[in-house]
Each structure stands twice: as C-alpha cells, then as structure tokens.
C-alpha cells in the first residue's frame, strides 16, 4: 500500500488523523473547502494542504490522485461528506475510500456511495462499552496495542524468501519459545483473506506469507531476525 | 427502689446482642419488605384470614365441627393476639428510652423520677394503639370472644388486615388518598345535596306517601336516587317530589361521573410511577445490572448488541417524550432524574454489582451521575462518554473507571483501519465476536480444574485456543505469554483466543461449565 494518503476535511477529526497519520510516517495530502482550515493544516506542517470546491470533479481531477490512492473522507459537513465519497468513487474505482460517518443511516448513505469501510461513530464507541462490560482485559490489551505505548505489539510479518518457515505446517513451528504468539496469517495463495490460528485449519507456511503476531517488541524484533535464516536455529 | 431495678434491667437489655438480634428480627419479619421471611410470615397471615372469614361463612348455613371453632377461635385468635403485641413491642424500644430519661436525670442532677418516664412510654405505645392499623388488628382479635354474638362480624375486620399484608392494596390506598381533596371535596357535595333533598321530600310527602315516615327513610330514599341506584321500595307521589327527585337524579349523574374520573385519572396519573416501581424492584433482585442514562444514539446502538445478552437493564432518562420513544422501542425504560441522590439510591447497591452508563451527551450532566454514583457507594462501576478531550481529567477525578471519547475511538480506529489494515481487520473480529476469533477470559476460581496448575500441563494447542496471558487479579499486572512454569492461582483471568466451541469445550473440562 502507498504511503501517500488523502485527506479530506480537516477539522476535528481530520486534524487529529492528519497528526495520527504523521506520526506513522505518511505522506498526508490535505484537501479543504475552508481556508481558515487551509491555513491551519499549513501552520501545523502539511505542506501539501490545498483549498478547492470539492464539488467540482475538474479540481479534484486537478490534484492528480493516483487511481488506486488511499482516501479518507472526514468534511465537517455529512452532506458534503457523502457527496464528495460518490464523486472519489466515480473518478476513481480502485481507490481505497474510508469515510467517518456519525449515524445510522449516514452509514448506509456513505457505504451505497462506495466507500470501502465505514467507520460508525456510534457504532464504534456502542461496541467498546460492551467490549469493557464483557471483555475488559482484552480490550485493555487491544488498547495498548493501539495506542503504542505498551512493550506488547502487533504485527505483520512476512515470510521472507528462503526462509525455514518455508513449506512447514503452522501447527509444526513452536512460536511461543521465541516470545512471540501467532494469531492469524495473510496467505497469498488464498487471496487477501486474514486467517485465525485458532480456526483449525492445517495451514502450510509459504515464503510470502503474512505472519501476524503478537510479543514483547524485542521478541518479534529477534524474531524477524530468526525468519530471515534458512535453517531454525537450535534452541536456547 | 423499683426505679433503680428497672434501669439496671434496661441496661442489661441494651448490653444484650441476643435481645438485640431478636428484636431486630421481629421488627424485620413484621416491617422490613426486604426480608427473606416475610413473604413467608405474610403468606401464613393471609391464609389464617381467609380461612377465618371461610369458617364465618359456613357457620350461616351449617352445625360446625368443633375442631373449626377451636381453630377460628383460639389458633387463629392467638396469633394474631401475638402478633399484635409484638408490633406494640417493636413500635418502641422501651429500655433506651429508660436509659435516657435516667442519664439525663443525672447529667442534670435531678432526681430520676421513674412515673414520668412511664407515662412518656405509655403515650408512645399508646400513639401506636389509636392508629388506624393497630385498631383494626385490635379488632380483628375480638371475634375470640365466642359468648357475644355480635362480636362474630368483627371477624370481616380480619379482612381489612388483608391491607398490611398485599402489597396491591395498599397501592390502591395510596393513589386514592392522593385525591384525598377531591374525593372529600366531592362527598361533602354528595352529603350536602343528599341532606336537602331528604329534608325537601320529608317536608312534601311525609304524611302522603305512606313509605316516607321518617327523616332516616327520606334520607335513604335520597341516596338511593342520587346514586341512580334506584330500588323503587320508595318512590315520590307528589309533583313536588317527582320534581326534586328530577333534579338529584342530574345532579346524582354529574357527580357519579365526577367521582370515577377522579378515581380513574388519579391512576392514570400514578400508573407510570407504578410500573417503574416494578421495574426496579424486579432489578434489584438480580445480582448484577446496567443503569443507563440516557437514551440517544449511543445507547439504541449499545443495547442493540447488549440485547443478545439479555443482560439486565434500565434505561433512566430526564425526558418524558424520550423515555417514551424508548418504551415504544421495546426497552425498559423509566423517567427519572439519574443525577439525584434518591434515585440511584432506590437501587440495591449494597448487594448487587452496578454498572451505572452516562451516555447523555452534556458533560455536565454525565460528570454529575457519575459523581452522584460514586457517592452511593464506590464499587459502583462508572462508564462515561465524555464529548471532549479536555474533559476525561475531570471524568478521572469524579472517579468514572473508563471514559469514553466516541470521537477519539473512532479516529483511532479509522488510524489503524489506514496504517495497519491487518492488524484492523483482526481487532475487528476479536471485538466484535466473529466466531472465528472469539476472544474470551477465564476466570480460573469459575474453572476450578486450573487451580494450582502450571501453565504447561494445560494443553492449549488440543484444544484449539490460543493462550495468550493471564491477568494477575481485576487490578493485577497482566503476563503476557507468561513462562511454562508460571502457576495459576484463583484470582486469575486467563485470556484465551480460539473458535466459541473450543472456548466452551475448555471451561466445561476444568469444571466451570456456566459463565
């Protein structure tokens, strides 16, 4: 995935993504209808932070946005927000389009515009009471995984060529010696399609492969160091 | 003497927990609606009433055995006279009230006069004695005395104790003596229009009209019309009594109609109050519930995933118009102000585990039930949504045990949704329950099997899950990937991955079938 991502809107939420996306090193384009809001995402360091009448197919044609980009729609306003989502799908159908929406049927309105994922406000913050009611240590560990600030990370791994996990059984392989769990892969193979661990699948590992593990920061440091070797090593 | 005797008794009674514990059992039984028993000691109550009132009426028609007369008049007779001298008992407490008389006396040094003291005690029982329950129990007592015939009838006051022990006919007393002014109101009209009318037809007909011949029959002729009743063992001949009986026929149907939509609005008016009484009541017998305050977005899409559940629950809005909106939606739902002190009060605290949720969207608002929960009692758990990042310092000194930023989750969200799209999209299963990738705790004191246990004699991979940490405790630390060797203890959490069959499977083993 390009690095490069769109953003639409910058008030409250844009501006907290825009510093969001920064700190994960992305290239943050920003696009406004208001200029006090130009202005701002300039003062704050967006270089690329430009003001056009987002109704206007020619001006968006104008940033020359790749066809497959990454765009988030966050306008202040929902009308516009909606409007502006079917406009970036009719221009560019392979795009990645995720939109913000803050109520029931804006979500439908933004999903039958062809935004890619939805994000409910509401939705989203109904599920987290009920994740803190019935499941409160995972939700505390998923949160320390979000925010950044535990040792314990997530993370994608991939296999990488002629390594010793090529062409072993997940089932084989002893992850939890090095520190580190295994809870799901991205097989290649099989499509894009993120596969539980525990959803009892035989699963033969490919170089290629996804791993997606959870660990200690230096364990899956060492090992992603281990994977690059062409023989497992012996154990400790 | 005498005086210095009963205070050292007194004193004795005070020191005695057994005398204590009694009393207070006694007082619970028969006042306490929260105690255990007294649905029990109700329930016999009523049956000795009814089974009294049972035997008056075969007695009119049959010889009766005499087992039934020794029942009716010593059994039954016996424990109510019990039962009534132990509310005179509980009413009081006679030996605190000795005691301070004597230690004021001597604070004052005044002499302890011991009649004054009795004659205090014998105006407090005495208080309880003339009111209304106390007389009809007292009378309910008097058809023991078999010689007096008349004294059978007293037996139907049997009936009106019925009063202390059904909870719905109380209810009706109350929501009547709420229109007390009105119904007043209107009796006075009734006997004022029922006197002149009586007087009217007594002064017209008494020597024509061969039924009439005194005030009491032009009295009871005067009800019967105005009630519409109308029997007809008494009718006006004259034109003069045909006309008054024309205009309290009227006036007897307006005020019919008056006293039943009194009576009726009276309910109407109490019927809401009613149910949500209910339906706190039938909370507070659970051991864990939700209060939620509030019913906006927030809430419709929370109880959307929280009624699978089924978990217990009410909402409490400030709005009449809102909390009607949530009735019609099917939740149960009561108007009520969450953020006063009485209301979170009516709720089981001590017993039950509250989670009280301030979804309303001022902060105000949400900060001050939060605060007003946390007075209550601290193990109240609080989970607020606060609107602004700048609140949840507030929130956090309020003592709320989680604060929700919608707008903050949902941009951290979207930011993980863009920046890692894997790691999203398996959050997202795990959290919202996907079959697949069920995450789940276990408590080991519910899995007793996994007590004492070491980490690697249990075989997770067997049984398809993913061990992925314990947690040490509610407030403990949390081992991640925590070492073979690592022992489990009864406060632990296990936090487990896998498909909802395996995870079922595996408490089922180690002996914690139920959640």
Redesign the interface.
């Not at chain 1, 994000?119 to 998923?142: E, F, G, Q």
């Given at each position: 995935?390009s690095k490069r991502?769109y953003l639409f809107g910058y008030g409250?939420?844009g501006h907290?993504?825009a510093e969001?996306?920064r700190r994960?090193v992305?290239e943050v384009v920003i696009i406004e209808t208001d200029p006090h809001y130009v202005e701002a995402a300039k003062a704050a360091g967006f270089e690329e932070s430009y003001l056009i009448d987002v109704t206007q197919d020619s001006q968006i044609e104008a940033l020359h946005i790749t066809p497959d980009a990454?765009m988030?729609c966050?306008m202040e306003d929902e009308h516009l927000n909606v409007f502006l989502t079917l406009s970036l799908r009719a221009l560019y159908p392979e795009a990645t389009i995720?939109a913000?929406s803050s109520?029931?049927h804006m979500t439908q309105k933004l999903k039958m515009a062809g935004a890619s994922?939805v994000?409910?406000?509401?939705?989203?913050?109904?599920?987290?009471?009920?994740?803190?009611?019935?499941?409160?240590?995972?939700?505390?560990?998923?949160d320390s995984?979000?925010?950044n600030d535990s040792d314990?990370s997530?993370r994608?791994i991939a296999i990488p060529e002629g390594s010793w996990l090529h062409g072993k059984m997940a089932?084989e392989v002893d992850f939890?010696a090095y520190?580190?769990?295994?809870?799901?892969l991205?097989d290649l193979e099989l499509g894009n399609k993120?596969i539980?661990?525990?959803?009892?699948v035989a699963h033969k590992l490919d170089s290629g492969d996804?791993l997606?593990c959870?660990?200690?920061n230096e364990d899956l440091d060492r090992f992603e160091s281990i994977i690059k070797l062409s023989t497992e090593p012996k154990k400790i | 003497m005498l005086g210095t005797l009963l205070v050292r008794f007194a004193f004795a009674l005070q020191g005695s927990a057994a005398y204590r514990r009694t009393k207070q059992f006694f007082r619970d039984i028969l006042n306490n609606p929260e105690c255990s028993y007294k649905k029990y000691f109700d329930s016999l109550m009523i049956f000795l009433i009814l089974t009294s009132v049972g035997i008056l009426v075969y007695e009119v028609r049959h010889p009766v055995p005499e087992w039934m007369i020794i029942y009716d008049v010593y059994v039954v007779s016996l424990i109510f006279a019990v039962e009534y001298l132990l509310r005179l008992w509980v009413y009081s407490d006679v030996h605190t009230e000795i005691i301070r008389a004597y230690e004021e006396a001597k604070f004052l040094r005044k002499p302890f006069r011991l009649s004054e003291v009795l004659a205090k005690i014998a105006k407090e029982k005495f208080r309880y004695i003339i009111s209304l329950p106390a007389i009809i129990d007292f009378l309910a007592i008097l058809p023991a005395y078999r010689p007096l015939r008349i004294l059978r009838i007293f037996v139907l006051f049997r009936v009106f104790k019925l009063l202390r022990y059904t909870k719905s006919i109380n209810q009706f007393v109350d929501v009547l003596s709420n229109k007390r002014f009105e119904l007043y109101t209107l009796l006075f009209l009734l006997l004022f229009i029922m006197a002149t009318a009586g007087i009217a037809i007594y002064v017209f007909e008494e020597d024509k009209n061969p039924n009439i011949t005194s005030l009491f029959d032009a009295f009871y002729w005067a009800l019967v019309t105005i009630s519409t009743v109308g029997y007809g063992d008494i009718a006006p001949v004259t034109p003069q009594g045909r006309m008054i009986s024309i205009l309290i026929i009227i006036s007897g149907i307006a005020m019919i109609s008056f006293v039943t939509s009194v009576i009726v609005s009276a309910f109407s008016e109490k019927l809401d109050a009613l149910k949500e009484n209910r339906i706190i009541e039938e909370l507070n017998r659970k051991k864990a519930f939700l209060i939620i305050c509030g019913y906006g977005q927030m809430t419709k899409m929370f109880l959307r995933q929280e009624q699978k559940l089924g978990s217990d629950y009410v909402i409490i809005d400030k709005d009449p118009d809102v909390v009607a909106r949530a009735i019609k939606d099917g939740y149960q739902a009561i108007n009520e102000d969450a953020s006063r002190h009485d209301v979170l009060a009516k709720f089981n605290y001590e017993y039950a585990k509250i989670t009280v949720l301030c979804l309303t969207d001022s902060d105000v608002e949400n900060i001050y039930i939060a605060l007003n929960a946390k007075s209550l009692s601290p193990s109240i758990k609080v989970i607020a949504r606060a609107t602004d990042e700048g609140m949840q310092k507030k929130y956090a000194l309020a003592g709320v045990d989680h604060t929700l930023l919608p707008a903050q989750v949902t941009g951290m969200m979207l930011l993980t949704a863009i920046t890692k799209p894997v790691m999203y999209r398996g959050m997202h299963a795990i959290l919202t329950g996907q079959h697949v990738a069920h995450i789940d705790e276990v408590y080991a004191y519910r899995c007793v099997g996994l007590i004492g246990k070491q980490v690697l004699e249990i075989d997770f991979r067997s049984f398809r899950l993913l061990f992925i940490g314990i947690q040490r405790g509610e407030k403990g630390e949390f081992l991640f990937n925590p070492p073979a060797d690592t022992v489990i203890s009864e406060e632990d959490i296990l936090l487990l991955m896998g498909l909802e069959i395996s995870i079922r499977h595996f408490k089922e083993t180690f002996g914690g079938g139920e959640l």
């Open positions: 995935m991502v409250k939420q907290a993504l969001g996306l994960e992305f990454t988030v966050v995720f913000i109520s029931i994922r994000i409910d406000l509401y939705h989203v913050s109904a599920n987290r009471i009920h994740n803190i009611l019935t499941k409160p240590v995972a939700t505390k560990l998923l995984f979000i925010s314990i997530f994608e089932e939890s520190g580190v769990l295994l809870l799901g991205v993120f539980f661990i525990t959803s009892g996804i997606v959870i660990g200690y | -």
